[in-house]
């Protein structure tokens, strides 16, 4: 009975999420491994490498130990998302977007690449949570581990969100930095989605150390002072950047609040504000400042 159902459900599955059994063929996605050689790995040596990857993040980031019993736990090794129910698809959806913004500062990192490679095995993240995927990987644009990843992504189709990446992807290549800034001037929703990084990265790495977003702060600032001086700045692209200067600048992550000042300095010098605009920046930066003082003075 339990075997007839499973084999219902199987072919019930969406077309291209296959299950793990069909992967292992002559060729398997692996992020750390040729393909060949992936496809000859059993899924207890890639879940060893996994954990091990977990283990060393805590010994860095003792923030990451709840994953343990979530993405990394053993019953996890005989996952198969196409027989899931939408529920449990959201919710192990949900946990991977959080564990990729939590991940995100330490992408560079050999312990990452293992849990990233666990990722992939049994999750198929790279099919199945591009967009969470790209939040990880984005702020490392210009490097040879970004590039890697790419190669994962299917981009194939006019439908991904991210099939302008498709020419990176079949060089191999990091993705050169005109080309992000252009499609920023010309894709708002791409602007959007480098503005939200910083906000679900912030409420994602509250627990980690202070600072573990340095390299995503930096790539905001740069990147969209890099898209003023790309082209005219708009009030409608001032209308998008204001709510992120205003956190930047309470907020209690002073990376993020130097950032902030940096763009700040960026839009004053291409356009002139309004009165009213002028006077919430400065009220801001006043409250800021008075904050920081007194606090010095407590030391």
């Not at 191999?172 to 959007?192: E, I, K, M």
């Not at 003023?228 to 002073?254: F, H, I, Q, W």
């Not at 009213?276 to 008075?290: F, I, Q």
């Amino acid at each position: 009975m339990a075997t007839s159902l499973a084999r219902q459900l199987q072919q019930l599955a969406i077309p291209g999420q296959q299950s793990l059994k069909q992967l292992a063929s002559t060729k398997r996605p692996s992020f750390l491994f040729d393909p060949k050689e992936a496809a000859n790995m059993d899924i207890e040596s890639v879940y060893a490498i996994g954990t091990n990857g977990l283990e060393e993040l805590i010994s860095i980031d003792g923030s990451f130990a709840e994953f343990e019993k979530i993405l990394f736990k053993e019953s996890c090794q005989h996952y198969e998302r196409a027989v899931q129910m939408k529920e449990a698809t959201e919710e192990v959806d949900r946990s991977i977007s959080l564990f990729l913004r939590k991940l995100s500062p330490y992408f560079l990192l050999k312990p990452a690449h293992k849990c990233i490679e666990w990722l992939v095995r049994v999750f198929q993240i790279h099919a199945h949570n591009g967009d969470a995927v790209m939040e990880c990987i984005l702020p490392y644009y210009e490097t040879k581990v970004f590039a890697r990843m790419l190669q994962l992504l299917p981009l194939k189709l006019d439908t991904s969100p991210w099939h302008w990446l498709r020419p990176a992807q079949k060089s191999s290549s990091p993705l050169a930095r005109l080309t992000l800034v252009r499609r920023c001037v010309v894709d708002p929703s791409f602007l959007h989605f480098v503005n939200e990084l910083l906000p679900k990265s912030l409420e994602a790495n509250r627990e980690s150390p202070p600072n573990a977003l340095r390299t995503l702060t930096a790539f905001w600032s740069t990147t969209v002072i890099a898209v003023m001086e790309a082209r005219k700045v708009s009030e409608d692209l001032v209308t998008e950047l204001l709510p992120y200067m205003l956190s930047g600048l309470k907020s209690a992550n002073l990376d993020y609040r130097a950032s902030s000042y940096m763009v700040i300095g960026k839009l004053v010098t291409k356009v002139t504000l309004e009165e009213k605009l002028c006077s919430s920046l400065l009220d801001a930066m006043t409250k800021v400042s008075v904050l920081g003082y007194l606090c010095g003075c407590m030391y």
